[in-house]
């Protein structure tokens, strides 16, 4: 089984993984693990440790939250490989052994939210123009200008979406990130699902900067060529966090789209054990989505494909298919409805196993777009649903920095403003209805106006 271990090395062990510059290897950090097969490429991580600000329980995603990366506060995390054989016996020999071991982790397999079923397309990306009413947010003048937009993938073929937007796409190769051992340029990939991605987040913020960072791209043992693992999605947050915070802190934006997801409990410890992701506030991967909410990020997630009438084949928790970070309290949640804002089939449905009322929101898919997969095939799934959303938010932090609007302040917002699709306000086919710029345009005035 594949995991990932969370160790407290020495403080200065911790300072030089979280300092600029070479980084220690993981036999530095976790040399001579009992029973383990470290994975030599993987890059430690720094996790930051959770501080509630005013008291409480620590790994509460419903409570404000502090992080610290000092060096006595931050773990480090590395991967390795563990036997199938008394995995329970092997994970309490290993923590008992090494004191330093301060949790073993899943780290299951993250594939992209593909659609099931072959219906043609429901209009196109002009309709989803016209209805995310792009051309109001051009005039307030949002348009995703000096945005940060990082698309977590496989890869972006710039070229492609520059040639089907028929206009030029702004690349940020230089804050672009590729997993160890994924080979390749930033924008220069092949066409495919993170292309799709990128196209679908500039429609309506086609001025903002995508930063490429090929997630799926890196292969596990048996993989396929649209699936990686979760502790790559770990070190592609943690040079996220670098980005963040780079940026001056009055005028942050940094917007993170992840079309993706865990399909099976097969990769995963069972729920209740430490070490469990979908359901486990604890697992680092959730603690680093909560830092980087906390620091100013706005993370959207798919809420994935496993919706009742038509799930994708890979479905296979019984039931709550929205797992881990996909439901994730910080993170906003994307479930897809066609032009006709009429809920897809495959859109999974709530209650999600962090947070119990998602998807958030639903978001625009099934049109012809991208035409990254073929040149009658639609952009679909909550794979699209998700950049949609995620290129409205951009466009709103053209004006509306972190430091005016907290992620938590722009996701209440759109939550508040959403085109209601049922008569009880929330509903787990729908979240809280599908996004409405209107609202959410009418909404900022306002809010100008109070803080003039």
């Known amino acids: 089984m594949r995991i990932m271990i969370q160790l407290r090395p020495t403080p200065d062990l911790v300072a030089a993984v979280t300092e600029p510059g070479p ?22 991580v720094a996790i930051p440790r959770p501080l509630p600000r005013s008291g409480g329980d620590p790994l509460s995603l419903d409570q404000p939250l502090d992080f610290s990366l000092a060096a006595e506060d931050a773990t480090v995390l590395v991967r390795g490989t563990i036997s199938d054989d008394d ?14 071991v301060v949790g073993v982790h899943a780290d299951p397999v993250i594939e992209t939210s593909l659609t099931c079923g072959g219906d043609a397309p429901v209009g196109d990306w002009r309709d989803v123009e016209r209805l995310l009413n792009v051309a109001a947010l051009s005039a307030e003048g949002l348009d995703g200008s000096g945005v940060a937009l990082a698309v977590l993938d496989t890869g972006i073929n710039a ?24 080979p390749g340029r ?10 799709m991605c990128a196209f679908d987040t500039l429609i309506a913020a086609p001025q903002a900067s995508l930063i490429d960072v090929p997630l799926l791209m890196s292969r596990r043992p ?47 410890f069972p729920v209740g054990h430490p070490g469990n992701y979908s359901d486990n506030a604890a697992h680092p991967f959730n603690l680093i989505v909560a830092s980087l909410d906390r620091a100013g990020a706005d993370v959207l997630f798919a809420a994935g494909n496993c919706g009742r009438e038509c799930k994708d084949g890979r479905c ?3 039931d709550r298919p929205i797992v881990g970070a996909n439901s994730h309290a910080r993170a906003l949640s994307v479930g897809g409805v066609d032009v006709n804002g009429e809920r897809v089939g495959y859109s999974s449905q709530g209650p999600g196993r962090l947070t119990a009322r998602k998807p958030d929101l639903c978001a625009y898919t099934h049109f012809l777009g991208s035409r990254a997969f073929g040149e009658a095939e639609p952009d679909s799934g909550t794979s699209a649903a998700c950049p949609v959303a995620a290129g409205l938010v951009a466009a709103i932090r053209t004006q509306w920095p972190a430091s005016r609007l907290s992620p938590a302040q722009l996701r209440s917002l759109l939550r508040r403003t959403a085109d209601d699709r049922s008569e009880i306000g929330f509903d787990f086919d729908y979240g809280y209805g599908i996004v ?17």
């Open 222 to 268: 048996g993989g396929s060529a649209l699936d990686g693992l979760l502790s790559d999605a770990v070190a592609a947050f943690a040079h996220l966090r670098t980005v963040l915070e780079a940026q001056p802190a009055e005028s942050r934006a940094l917007v993170i789209n992840n079309s993706w997801g865990s399909f099976s409990p097969r990769w995963d």
């Open 159 to 182: 070229a492609h979406v520059a040639r089907q937007l028929g206009r030029s796409v702004t690349l940020d190769a230089e804050r672009s990130w590729n997993p160890s051992g994924v």
């Open 316 to 318: 296979a928790f019984p």
């Open 186 to 195: 930033p924008g220069e990939f092949d066409v495919d699902h993170g292309t």
């Open 436 to 452: 409405d710029t209107a609202g959410v345009v009418a909404a900022l005035r306002r809010r100008a106006k109070r803080v003039a």
């Open 87 to 100: 995995l329970a016996a092997r994970v309490a020999l290993l923590s008992s052994l090494r004191p330093d």
């Open 23 to 44: 980084s220690p290897s993981t036999a530095d950090v976790a040399g001579g693990l009992p029973g383990v097969e470290l994975d030599p490429a993987f890059v430690p």
